[in-house]
């Protein structure tokens, strides 16, 4: 089972930027594709970005230009670069396997004031 732990959520104004960091265990890290993926109140939960083992990216039409996803094969980890946010980016972010597995991290929340 892979254990995840995400960080680096926060508080912050309209249009700053956080980067939130994945660290992952076991060993098969290198050969899964990962996401993040965020839960909003009240909406359900919604895949933001996923990043295949070659490093493959793929994005949400609506963040693609705004969030980079990038992974550390040698660091088992997995990154969310967040430029100008705006507060409907206000969710808790998870990263989890892609499609995702039943096992959820605590995740990370992050909260953009207007």
């Known amino acids: 089972q892979v254990h995840l732990v995400e960080s680096g959520g926060d508080l912050v104004q309209a249009g700053g930027s956080l980067r939130l960091t994945c660290a992952s265990s076991?060993?098969?890290?290198?050969?899964?594709?990962m996401a993040w993926y965020r839960q909003a109140p009240g909406k359900q939960r919604e895949l933001v970005a996923s990043?295949?083992?070659?490093?493959?990216?793929h994005y949400e039409a609506s963040l693609k230009g705004r969030f980079t996803i990038t992974r550390d094969n040698a660091k088992n980890t997995v990154t969310l670069q967040m430029n100008n946010l705006q507060p409907d980016d206000t969710a808790v972010y998870y990263c989890?396997?892609?499609?995702?597995?039943?096992?959820w991290g605590r995740g990370t929340q992050v909260t953009v004031s207007s």
């Open positions: 989890n396997q892609y499609p995702s597995s039943n096992y």
């Open positions: 076991g060993t098969l890290f290198r050969f899964l594709s």
């Open positions: 990043i295949a083992p070659d490093s493959t990216t």
